[in-house]
């Protein structure tokens, strides 16, 4: 068997380190634990680390990263994924699987705290470095998948997630532990990673954090809405640079043990139950759609051509 503890942390590609991790820092107030070999650790609180930048040619997504449970070590891990005869790839003391859209997947050893402090709420332990400004944690991730079938049975079957819930066919959540998800897929028919999630205390904080990223040129894709489904309150922030969006969220229902998945359907109310569906350019990352967005065409009458299409 396999069990994951948490996740993580996200890593991204970038064109410039320099820019890029300063660039993070001061929109979403994280802090810099770590530079070295053409990467930069950044952390919202006092985790290690929860985004990973990698200088690389082509910005965006890398991989996103697990940590194992505290009974599952990485022979448990090995194991398992030898029952589903997957191949994977040792590095960096963790195990590295791709998901059926080609997405690796790190899975990390367990760390146990090194100190009691370390278990204590978040607010109660003493820090010398954590600063004013930013999120409480790196929370989920969501990715657009071409095949959301494959997708569920390797989140589940391979890597142990349960499942949430159902949005009809077309999306699937998972969670590892009572957040309502830390894992989502949204089947558009093609795959690309659409967005990390940082969990703010509420939506006066949110609302601070999009006044200060609107003062540097960001724009909300979508929202703020709030989820039918999970019911969080969210804002959806579009970073261009990574070709990804940065969901800031609160307020996540719960998720008990006795929990049984429910089936949404495909309606507005599950997605927002304040207001309208995203726009079309929500679901894409090219420099069309990216416009359009920007402009808000779409709400002034223009239809977003379909990709490739000018």
Same mark, same amino acid.
């Given at each position: 068997m396999i069990r994951l503890h948490r996740l993580d942390h996200v890593s991204l590609r970038v #064109?410039? *380190?320099?820019?890029? %991790?300063a660039r993070w820092q001061i929109q979403f107030g994280l802090v810099e634990r770590a530079r070295e070999n053409g990467k930069a650790l950044l952390a919202c609180n006092d985790e290690p680390y929860c985004l990973?930048? *990698?200088?690389?040619?082509?910005? $965006?997504?890398?991989?996103?990263?697990?940590?194992?449970?505290?009974?599952c070590s990485p022979d448990d891990a090995? #194991?398992?994924?030898?029952?589903?005869?997957?191949?994977?790839?040792?590095?960096?003391? %963790?195990?590295?699987?791709d998901d059926p859209d080609g997405r690796p997947v790190q899975?990390?050893?367990?760390?146990p705290p090194a100190a009691e402090v370390d278990r204590w709420p978040q607010h109660a332990r003493p820090s010398t470095t954590v600063h004013l400004g930013a999120a409480r944690k790196l929370g989920h991730v969501n990715c657009l998948t071409s095949?959301?079938?494959? $997708?569920?049975?390797?989140y589940t079957e391979v890597l142990g997630m349960r499942l949430s819930d159902w949005l009809d066919e077309v999306g699937v959540w998972f969670h590892i532990n009572t957040d309502h998800?830390?894992?989502?897929?949204?089947d558009v028919g093609y795959a690309h990673f659409h967005h990390l999630a940082f969990e703010t205390v509420d939506i006066g904080k949110m609302r601070d954090m999009l006044d200060h990223v609107a003062r540097h040129g960001r724009w909300l894709g979508w $929202?703020?809405?709030?989820? $039918?489904i999970a019911g969080n309150i969210a804002s959806y922030v579009r970073i261009v640079e990574e070709a990804c969006?940065?969901? *800031?969220?609160?307020?996540?229902?719960?998720?008990?043990?006795?929990h049984v998945p429910r089936v949404y359907p495909d309606d507005r109310y599950s997605s927002n139950t304040w207001g309208p569906l995203p726009p079309r350019s929500y679901f894409r990352f090219d420099p069309v759609a990216v416009e359009y967005e920007r402009e808000s065409l779409e709400t002034r009458g223009h239809v977003l051509p379909p990709p490739g299409e000018a």
């Open positions: #064109a410039d *380190l320099d820019e890029a %991790s990973e930048l *990698l200088e690389g040619e082509i910005p $965006g997504h890398d991989h996103f990263a697990f940590e194992l449970a505290r009974d090995r #194991a398992h994924l030898r029952t589903h005869d997957l191949a994977w790839e040792e590095r960096e003391d %963790s195990l590295f699987v899975l990390m050893p367990h760390v095949d959301i079938h494959a $997708g569920f049975r390797f998800h830390v894992m989502a897929l949204v $929202g703020p809405t709030r989820h $039918g969006f940065v969901e *800031l969220y609160c307020d996540m229902e719960q998720i008990q043990d006795d």
